[in-house]
C-alpha cells in the first residue's frame, strides 16, 4: 500500500477494480481545509481517462511493475507488435495501451510496463522526443507571418503535427511525444 504523497507520473495503481496508469498529478493544498491531490488516470485496459481527487494521506494500492526494453517493428490494424531486444519474443499490443502511437516509427526502441503479478502489459513508454522526416507540407509564404505562426505538416509515420513557416518537406524535425508537438528542426 503507498499513500498519497507516493503518487507520481507514470505510477501504475489499482483503483475500481481497474488497473490505471497517472498520467497527470497536482499536490494541492488550500489555505483552509485538507490537503489533496488531483491526477488524471488512464485506464491500461480501455484507455479511458479520467479524473479523480484523493484527499491527502490517504491509502492507495499500487501495483509492481517491471520495465522491459522492445522495439517497434510494424502495426497491423489496431494491433502494434514489438520484439523483446534481449530475447527477441514477439507481443502484440492495442492501440490503447499506447499513448502517442502516431509518432511510433519503425525500429524505435521503448519501455513497456509489465504487472509483475501475472506479466501482462500494461502500458507502452516512449522516448521524451523522437526525430521524424516531414513528408508534405505547403511552402511558407514569405511576409505571410505573424508571431509564431504554424502550419500543418505530415511526417513519415502519417501524423500531423503543427510546425513554423520556415519547415520544409524532407526536413528533420523532432517531436515531444508527449504533446505531440513540434520542439526544433534537427540539422544533420
Known amino acids: 500500500m503507498a499513500s498519497t504523497s507516493d503518487i507520481r507520473k507514470g505510477l501504475c495503481i489499482r483503483y475500481n477494480n481497474d488497473i490505471f496508469k497517472i498520467i497527470e498529478f497536482l499536490h494541492v493544498k488550500p489555505g483552509k481545509g485538507p490537503a489533496f491531490v488531483r491526477t488524471k488516470l488512464k485506464s491500461v485496459t480501455s484507455g479511458k481517462v479520467l479524473d479523480n481527487t484523493f484527499s ?12 522491459r526494453s522492445y522495439q517497434y517493428l510494424y502495426p497491423e490494424g489496431q494491433t502494434y507488435h514489438f520484439m523483446n531486444t534481449q530475447d527477441y519474443n514477439q507481443i ?23 504487472n ?12 521524451a522526443s523522437v526525430v521524424l522526416e516531414v513528408t508534405y507540407t505547403e511552402p511558407g509564404v514569405k511576409g505571410n507571418t505573424a508571431t ?12 500531423e503535427v503543427n510546425v513554423p513557416l520556415f519547415i520544409n518537406e524532407g526536413d528533420k524535425i523532432k517531436v515531444d511525444t508527449a504533446s505531440g508537438s513540434y520542439m526544433e528542426r534537427v540539422k544533420e
Open 148 to 159: 509564431n505562426a504554424t502550419k500543418p505538416a505530415k511526417v513519415e509515420t502519417g501524423a
Open 92 to 114: 502484440t499490443l492495442e492501440e490503447s495501451a499506447l499513448d502517442s502511437p502516431g509518432l511510433l516509427k519503425e525500429g524505435e526502441i521503448v519501455t513497456i510496463l509489465f
Open 56 to 67: 491527502g494521506g490517504s491509502k492507495i494500492e499500487d501495483v509492481r511493475v517491471e520495465t
Open 116 to 127: 509483475t503479478e501475472d506479466s501482462m502489459p500494461l502500458s507502452v513508454d516512449m522516448p
